[in-house]
């Protein structure tokens, strides 16, 4: 499966930078993830026709459907079955998500009703996806 993290970037804080690229590194063996961090994103922009077409475009709300580990594992693996072989997962603006947007998003997720940076929702976002995949390969990662 290829993931494209999508997400509105102004600051960039090494140390979460450094998580990152271990959980990139991480998820390396089990799917294709990339982060594309756009700098000027104005509201009526939606995410570049080359990262979405074909793809599942799923944003990230406060209001999103909420998982457990277990659940969006099950859901990853619903996706992959139904075909789903490209997943964009979209991280708004510091003011939301661009208006743009909404009417690309087929799914609305959520990490949590709290409010967190762009370059924090992208590590939590990438710890849930290597977790996930540690769950359905029977890893040793995720402790239930």
Avoid at 45 to 57: I, T, W
Wanted: hydrophobic residues 40%.
């Amino acid at each position: 499966m290829k993931i494209s993290v999508v997400c509105f970037q102004k600051n960039r804080h090494a140390e979460l930078e450094a998580a990152e690229g271990e959980y990139l590194k991480r998820l390396a063996a089990r799917a294709r993830v990339e982060v594309h961090p756009i700098a000027r994103w104005k509201d009526g922009d939606g995410v570049p026709e080359r990262l979405c077409k074909g793809a599942h475009v799923v944003g990230l709300y406060v209001g999103g459907k909420q998982y457990t580990s277990e659940k969006l594992a099950q859901h990853l693996q619903d996706l992959m079955n139904q075909g789903r072989s490209h997943l964009v997962l979209v991280i708004g603006a510091a003011e939301g998500m661009p208006a743009g947007v909404e009417r690309q998003v087929q799914e609305r997720w959520s990490l949590s009703p709290l409010t967190f940076s762009h370059q924090l929702a992208r590590l939590l976002v990438l710890e849930a996806l290597y977790r996930s995949f540690d769950i359905l390969g029977g890893g040793r990662y995720h402790k239930a």
